[in-house]
């Protein structure tokens, strides 16, 4: 009896667990919704910030380039990498499957490839599991961006925060270069690791549609290019970390949502198979007490 008791209260145990999990199933994917829409409004307006600045870019030569462009250069007018800093973006929460854990591992493999060629690697962690994975083991300069209210969500002020925080740094030379690490959404079952860089900025391929004759005479620009690049770098700084932010808070509900599904799948198979353990045993037991039974008034 003992045994059907135990078996009982761990069918009670895993139906609660249940009831658990298929909650916060219904949470995230609620909060998926609005995350992804964030998300996917945030797309045009980054690509189009990064559109203008190569276009701006291409316009100028390195010796007239602000440093948020050029970098870092010696007399020789050569790039000095010699302090990279990564910002690490993860959540504060877990129960998300892999979402934490593929961030960092990456965080990890990027931080020792960057080691392996003798630069010094610095952390930001935006958000708390980040913060808990990378703090030891790692002689770098780790600051955690926390919230300061119980907001749901970070808006564009926190990134505004860290870009003024992290452009300091480079200014100041402390670092001399900075990317940032998170889970670029695909879909509520796919999410892909992505680095960016950030600092100095990397100017990546123009649109297709746009030639090289557009890029170099198609607009003039008041008070010109060097000057408008110093308003919108940092500018573009905090518009990027804020999209790798709504990018990986959508690829955090859509790795919740689907390991809270699976939670709650594997809860009844295990509550399927305790109730067929326990029927079992139950009609054991009652058998054996049948077979005494019969066995003693044959007795008598």
Known sequence: MSNLKELKNRIDSVKSTRKITRAMQMVAASKLRQAQERAERARPYTEKMERMLSTLAAAICVDTAPKLLSGHRDEQQNLVDKTHLIIVATA?????GGFNSSIVKATKHKIAA?????KKVKLI???RKGLEQLRFGYESLICYKAKTDNRASYDFDDAEKLAVHVIDLFQSEEIDSCSIVYNKFINALTQEVTFQ???PLEIGNLDKEHSASDVQSSYDYEPGEE???EELLPRNVA???FHAILENSASEQGSRMTAMDNATRNAGEMINDLTLQYNRSRQAAITTELIEIIAG???V
């Open 92 to 96: 504060d929460k877990g129960l998300c």
């Open 114 to 118: 960057l080691q392996s060629q003798g």
């Open 125 to 127: 962690t935006f958000g």
């Open 197 to 199: 860089q950030l600092i």
């Open 227 to 229: 000057a408008v690049l």
């Open 239 to 241: 518009v990027q970390i």
């Open 297 to 299: 008034a044959e007795s």
